[in-house]
C-alpha cells in the first residue's frame, strides 16, 4: 500500500511542527516547478507557457498554512505554489502542464487555467487581475451563507495597477468581507523592474478605504503565516479586509525561457539569498529535512511518472465542458 | 371547463419583477447584485420591495464598480450561490468584458464544475438615453463558447425566460428591452411559469415569408404581419434564445417560406441579422426564393431625443415593406 | 450692436473682481439649470435626461476659474456648470439640450454628450468614470508636447467606485502628470445617499500613490479657487497631480422629474442651507450683484430665445460625424 | 529597367516594426503606448529599439491599467497627438471595450473633431496561450459605428495597413496575428508602403469558387487554391479591412464565381463570416450557385497545447475541402 505524501510528513513531524510543515510545502513547490523547469528543457517541452514562482513560495505557503479546505483563493498567472499550497495533487498538475488528459482541465489549459474548486481554488488566471473581483464576489458568497470560510485573493505588484483592485478594496470595506487581499511584491512585472508600475506603496492602498494595510518579509514564511493569519482571523470573525504587501524574489524570467535580460547578474544573485527555502531549514533538525526532502523527492517523481505515463490529451478534449445543458 | 389558460395583462416590467420574486422565494441561494436594486427598488423600480422582502444580503446594492459586480456573480456563483447580476443598461456591460467572457464564461471550461450565473442587462433606444445608454451589443455574446444568450420581446418571455435561466447551471445572459418596459402583454396565469432556454416561438404561423425578430422587433413583426394579412401570409419567430440558437425551428420556417426577413434593433454588421441570414442560405438554399433581407437601423450612434431615435429603429412599416420586397 | 456677456461683465468689474467674475459665473450656471428645468416641466419638455447640478456650482466655478482655453476638463453626466464655467456657450447648450440643430452635437445628443475641444472641454459623459482614462490621456498628451497646460478631472464620489480613477491616480504619480483629480461629492449618488458606495474617504485615495490629498469645502467658491489653484500651480510646473474632493450638495433628485424619495425634507433644507451663491453673494456689493444679475438674466433669456426659435433637428442628422473618411 | 517592384523577404513583425518606426520618425506627433513596449521592446520584441530613437515619452511603457491605456490614446489624441495603443493580446481589449467604444468610437459624433488613435491588437492561437491569450473577437468591433478595423494577412499589409491607419483621421483598431508573427512574405521595397484602408485584396483571381479569407486563413486559403489550381479556379479575396468592408469587390467576385467560401480564425456565430455570406446571400442571390459555406473552428475555447490549438483551427485541407462541396 502506497502511503500519501501527508500521512509521509505527519509521520515526520509536519503536523505537530507547523515550521516544519511549511518548511516541507515550500519544498514541494519548489521541486514541482524546478522539475517542471526541466522538462522545459527537455527535448519534448512543455505545451505551453509557464510562469514560475521559484523564490515565493513562503508568501503561498505562509499564506494558506492555516486554511481550511473550504476557505477559498484566487490565484494568478505565476501559481503553481498557490496551488500546491492549497492542497492541489502534483500529480494532476504535473499531468496539465504537460498536456496529459488525467490533468486537472484535461490537459487541454495548461499553467494558467488550473482551477479546482472542491479545494477551495477558484483558478490561476490568464488575466492580469483577473482573479481579484472573482475573489470579492466569493467573499460576498461566504457571507450570505453565513460560512466562517474566508477567501486570500493573491495577486502581483504588477496586478494592483488594474482597477478591479481599488474596487474589490472599496466594496471589501463597505460589506465588511472576509477577504485578504495579498499582494505578492516579487519586484519585477513581465518584462521590466517595478518602478515602471508601481507609484507609492502598495500595502498602503487601502488607507483612503478604511482597510487596514499590512507589510511583511516575503521570503520569512513564519512571517508570513503570523501577519495572514491575523488578517485571516479578522476576516472570519467579521472584522472585514485587510491588504497585505509580501516582499519576495522572482529568481526566474517573467516566463520559462526569457532570459530576463532587464536585470543584472548582481541583482539576482542578491535576491535569491534571500531563498524562503534556505531560511526555514536553517532553524529546523537537519535530519528530518533530509527525510522531508526525501519524501519530497519521491511525490514529485511519481507525479512526474504519472504525467509521462498519462495519454497525451486529444482533440476529443477541445468540446467538452462548455455547457452544463443544451 | 375550459382548457385554455387564463392570462393577466401584465407590464413588461411586472413580469421580469415576478419572476425575480418567485426565483427568490423558491430558492434562498438565489441573491440580486446590482446599482440600486436594493435601497431605491432599482433605476426602473422593477425590483421595489424585494430588499424588505429578502434582506439586504440577498438583494445588494453595489457601488459603482461595474467589474467587480460581474466578479460579485462569478465569485458568488463559485461558492454555491445562484448570483442574479443587474446590468443596469447593456451598454455598461462594456466595463464588464473581462469578468464575463474571460472568466465566467470559461469557468466550467476550466474547472468542469457549473456556474449558475443570470446576468440581466437593458437594452436598446427605448428611453432618450442617448448613444451610450441604448446600444444592443448582443452579438458580441452570442459568439462566446459557455455562455447561454436569451432576448425576450414580452412580459411572458420576459418572465419565464429569466426564471429558466435562473435554474440553469450555465452562465445566461437575459437581454432586456427598454423599449417594453411598460407595455402590456398578455401572461398566462399559472404557478410557475418557465419558458425552456433555446427554444424559438413561432408568434405566428404562415406560409409565403419567414420574419424573425427579435426584441423590441417582435411586437412590431407581428403587427406587420398582420397589416399584411389579406395579402401575404407571414410567419413570426421570435428565437427568444439567441444563443445557441433555435436553428432547426427558424431553418424549417425558412424551408416552408423560401423567403425570409430578419428584423432586429441592433446594428446589421455580424449581428444576429446577419448570422440568421447566413444560416438560411447555407441550410435553406435550394428553397429560397427571395434574398433575404434584413431591417435594422441604419449604421449610425443612436441620438437622445426620442423622435430621432423612432426614425432610427424599424418601425412596422419598414418591416411590412422589407416583407413586400421578398415577393416582388 | 450686441455687447458679449464677458463684456457687460467686464463692465461692471468682474474682470478686475475675481470674486465678482466667480458670482458671476455661478449665477449663470445656476440660472441656466434653473431655465431648463422649467422647460423639463413645460408642455414640451425637454428631449433627454437632465441631472442638474444646482447648489454644486461653485465646485466648477472655483475650479475653472483660473484655468485657459488651452487647459483641459473632463465632466460628468452632472456637467452643465463644467461646460459654463469652461467657457460653452449658453445659447448653443440650451439648443443642445433642447434637441435644436445649432446645439453642440446638433441637438442629438443631449445633457451627456456635450463635448468641446476648442475650449478644452473633452466631454460630460453617460458613462460614469468615462471622463477619468480620458483626462489622464489629455495629460499624457500635454506633456508630451511640452505645454504648460493642465487637465482637471471632475468626478463624482459615487464615480469614485470605478476603478479606473486607481489606475488613474497610479499613472499621474508615476509620469508626474499634470493633472487634478477633483471629487465633486455631492452627497448622493444616483438614487441613495453615498453610505452604499463610499468607504473612507476619497481625498486620501491618493495615499498609496503618493499623490497629495486635499479636502475642501465646495460651498466655498473661494476656498475651491485657492485649493485647486494650488494644485494646478503644481501640476502645471512639473509637480504632479493632486487629488481633491470638495463637499457640496445636490439640490435635486438624481435627473430631473426625480422625487428623490431617498432623502428627507430636512436633510433637503439643511443641504440648501449651504447655498454657495447666497454666500458668494454676501461679501460683493449688493448693487453691483443686481446689475450682474440682470445681465445674467438677459444672457440666459437670450440663449433660451435663441434655442426655441431654432430649427429642432430632424433625422437628416442622425448620420453626421461618424467617420472622417471612408 | 524593369517595371517590376523590388520585393524583400520581411517576417510578419518586422513589418510592423517597420511601419510604427517610419511612421515615428516622419511626424513626431505620432507615440506609441502600451505594456512593456518600450525598455523591454515589448512582448514580441518587435518595438525594440524604438525607445531608444524616440525617448521614453514618445515611446511609453504603461502600467497594467487596459482601461487607462486606452484612455491613454483617447485623451491624447484629443489634445494633438496621433497615439498608437498596443494590446498586447486582443483578449485583453475586454478589459478596454467602454474606452474604445463609448469614449474612443463616438468622439467625433459627439465633437465633431477627428480623434486619430491607432489600435494595435494582437488576435488569434498561434501561441500556446490558452483561451485568455488567442481570442479572435474582431466581429465586436464592425458592429460600431465610427470605429474602422483592418486585419493583416502578411507582412506587406501588416506594414501598409498600419502607415495608413496613423495617417487616418479616424480611431482604426489594426489586429495583427499572433499566428503569422515569424511567418516570411515578400514586402515591395519602396519609400513610403500605404496599403489603403477599406480596399480588399484580389490575393488570387479565379472563375469558379470565391473564397474570402482573413488574417491568418489567407495564407491557407492561397495554398489550398494552388492545390486545387489542376481542378477549381479559385479567387481568393483578402478584405483586409473588416469595417466597413469593401463590399463592392467582395460582391463583384462572388457574383463572377457564383460559389462562396469563407475562413477565418474567429468563431461562426454573429462573425465577419455570417456577415460577407450574409451579403452574398442578399446580393449575389442570383448568381449564387451553391450554399456558402463558412470554415470557422469548431465553437469551443481556444486550447493551449499547440497540437490541440491546430487540430481546432482550419487548415488549408479544410478550406479545400469546403471548396469542394460548393461544386459538389
Ligand atoms: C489583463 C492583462 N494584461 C496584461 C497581461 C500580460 N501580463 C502577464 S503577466 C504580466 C505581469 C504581471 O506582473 P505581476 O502582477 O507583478 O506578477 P508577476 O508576473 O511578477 O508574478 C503581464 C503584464 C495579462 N496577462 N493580462
Ligand atoms: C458606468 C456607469 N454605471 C452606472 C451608471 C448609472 N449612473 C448614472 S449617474 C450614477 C451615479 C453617479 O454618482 P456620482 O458619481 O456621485 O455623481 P452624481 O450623480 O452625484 O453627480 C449612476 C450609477 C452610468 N451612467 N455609468
Ligand atoms: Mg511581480
Ligand atoms: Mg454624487
Redesign the interface.
Known amino acids: 500500500m502506497v502511503t500519501s505524501i501527508d500521512d509521509q510528513l505527519d509521520a515526520l513531524g509536519a503536523s505537530t511542527d507547523p515550521a516544519l510543515g511549511r518548511y516541507a510545502t515550500m519544498q514541494l513547490c519548489r521541486r514541482f516547478e524546478e522539475t517542471v523547469h526541466d522538462q522545459f528543457h527537455s527535448e519534448q517541452g512543455v505545451?505551453?507557457?509557464l510562469h514560475l514562482a521559484i523564490g515565493q513560495e513562503a508568501v503561498a505557503v505562509g499564506a494558506c498554512h492555516d486554511l481550511r479546505t473550504t476557505d477559498?483563493i484566487t490565484s494568478t498567472h505565476r501559481g503553481h505554489h498557490h496551488c500546491i499550497a492549497k492542497g492541489a495533487r502534483t500529480d494532476r498538475m504535473m499531468a496539465e502542464l504537460l498536456?496529459r488528459r488525467p490533468g486537472y482541465?484535461h490537459?487541454?489549459?495548461?499553467s494558467?487555467?488550473?482551477?479546482?474548486?472542491?479545494i477551495g481554488l477558484?483558478?490561476t488566471?490568464?488575466?492580469?487581475?483577473?482573479g481579484?473581483?472573482?475573489?470579492?464576489?466569493?467573499?460576498?458568497?461566504?457571507?450570505?451563507?453565513k460560512r466562517d470560510d474566508v477567501v486570500i485573493c493573491f495577486f502581483g505588484e504588477?496586478?494592483?495597477?488594474?482597477?478591479?483592485?481599488?474596487?474589490?478594496?472599496?466594496?471589501a470595506?463597505?460589506?465588511k468581507l472576509p477577504i485578504v487581499f495579498l499582494c505578492e511584491n516579487n519586484q519585477y512585472?513581465?518584462?521590466?523592474a517595478q518602478d515602471?508600475?508601481?507609484?507609492?506603496?502598495?500595502?498602503?492602498?487601502?488607507?483612503?478605504?478604511?482597510?487596514p494595510?499590512v507589510h511583511v518579509d516575503g521570503n520569512d514564511v513564519d512571517a508570513v503565516t503570523a501577519a495572514v493569519g491575523e488578517a485571516v482571523e479578522r476576516a472570519r470573525t467579521g472584522g472585514g479586509p485587510t491588504i497585505i504587501e509580501a516582499l519576495t524574489f522572482r529568481w526566474f524570467g517573467h516566463y520559462a525561457g526569457d532570459k530576463a535580460a532587464?536585470r543584472t547578474d548582481e541583482e539576482v544573485e542578491l535576491g535569491r539569498a534571500g531563498d524562503p527555502i534556505v531560511r526555514a531549514r536553517k532553524a529546523l533538525d537537519p535530519v528530518v529535512v533530509a527525510e522531508v526532502d526525501r519524501v519530497v523527492e519521491d511525490e514529485i517523481a511519481s507525479a512526474l511518472r504519472f504525467a509521462l505515463s498519462s495519454p497525451?490529451?486529444?482533440?476529443d478534449?477541445?468540446?467538452?465542458?462548455?455547457?452544463?445543458?443544451? | 371547463m375550459s382548457t385554455e389558460i387564463a392570462t393577466k395583462s401584465t407590464k413588461y416590467w411586472q413580469g421580469i419583477s415576478q419572476a425575480l420574486t418567485e426565483e427568490m422565494d423558491r430558492d434562498e441561494r438565489v441573491v440580486l447584485v446590482g446599482e440600486d436594486v436594493g435601497r431605491a427598488g432599482g433605476p426602473y423600480g422593477l425590483t421595489r420591495g424585494l430588499q424588505d422582502r429578502f434582506g439586504a444580503d440577498r438583494v445588494r446594492d453595489t457601488p459603482i464598480s461595474e467589474a467587480v459586480l460581474m466578479g460579485l456573480g462569478v465569485g458568488s456563483g463559485a461558492v454555491g450561490l445562484r448570483p442574479i447580476v443587474e446590468v443596469m443598461f447593456f451598454d455598461f456591460a462594456m466595463l464588464m468584458m473581462d469578468q464575463l467572457i474571460n472568466q465566467g464564461a470559461k469557468y466550467r471550461y476550466f474547472t468542469g464544475h457549473p456556474l449558475p450565473l443570470t446576468v440581466r442587462a437593458m437594452c436598446g433606444a427605448g428611453g432618450h438615453n442617448g448613444a451610450q445608454h441604448s446600444q444592443n451589443i448582443e452579438a458580441w455574446f452570442c459568439g462566446v463558447p459557455g455562455l447561454k444568450v436569451a432576448m425576450s420581446s414580452n412580459a411572458r418571455d420576459a418572465k419565464g425566460l429569466l426564471k429558466s435561466a435562473v435554474r440553469d447551471d450555465d452562465p445566461t445572459l437575459i437581454i432586456e428591452t427598454q423599449g417594453l418596459l411598460r407595455d402590456r402583454f398578455d401572461v398566462p396565469v399559472v404557478d410557475d411559469l418557465l419558458i425552456p432556454l433555446g427554444v424559438a416561438d413561432v408568434r405566428r404561423t404562415g406560409t409565403d415569408v419567414t420574419v424573425v425578430a427579435t426584441g423590441r422587433m417582435v411586437p412590431r413583426a407581428v403587427e406587420a404581419a398582420e397589416g399584411l394579412a389579406d395579402e401575404i401570409s407571414v410567419e413570426v419567430v421570435d428565437p427568444r434564445t439567441i444563443s445557441p440558437l433555435d436553428t432547426a425551428t427558424i431553418l424549417e420556417s425558412v424551408a416552408k417560406t423560401g423567403r425570409l426577413v430578419v428584423a432586429q434593433e441592433a446594428l446589421s454588421p455580424c449581428s444576429v441579422a446577419a448570422e440568421v441570414c447566413s444560416l438560411a442560405a447555407e441550410h435553406c438554399f435550394a428553397e429560397l426564393k427571395a434574398p433575404p433581407v434584413r431591417v435594422t437601423p441604419d449604421f449610425t450612434n443612436v441620438p437622445t431625443p426620442l423622435p430621432l431615435v423612432e426614425a432610427r429603429v424599424p418601425q412596422a412599416d419598414t418591416i411590412a415593406a422589407a416583407i413586400r420586397t421578398t415577393l416582388a
Not at chain 1, 159 to 169: N, Q
Not at chain 1, 312 to 315: A, E, L, R, Y
Not at chain 1, 317 to 326: G, K
Open positions: 505545451p505551453g507557457p477559498v498536456g482541465s490537459g487541454r489549459g495548461g494558467m487555467h488550473i482551477a479546482i474548486p472542491e477558484l483558478g488566471n490568464g488575466i492580469v487581475g483577473g481579484i473581483p472573482i475573489a470579492t464576489g466569493a467573499a460576498y458568497g461566504l457571507q450570505v451563507q504588477g496586478a494592483a495597477a488594474e482597477g478591479v483592485l481599488a474596487e474589490a478594496l472599496n466594496v470595506s463597505l460589506w512585472v513581465e518584462l521590466a515602471l508600475h508601481v507609484a507609492g506603496e502598495i500595502w498602503r492602498r487601502g488607507t483612503g478605504y478604511a482597510v494595510g532587464f497525451v490529451s486529444g482533440p478534449v477541445l468540446s467538452l465542458n462548455h455547457l452544463a445543458s443544451v
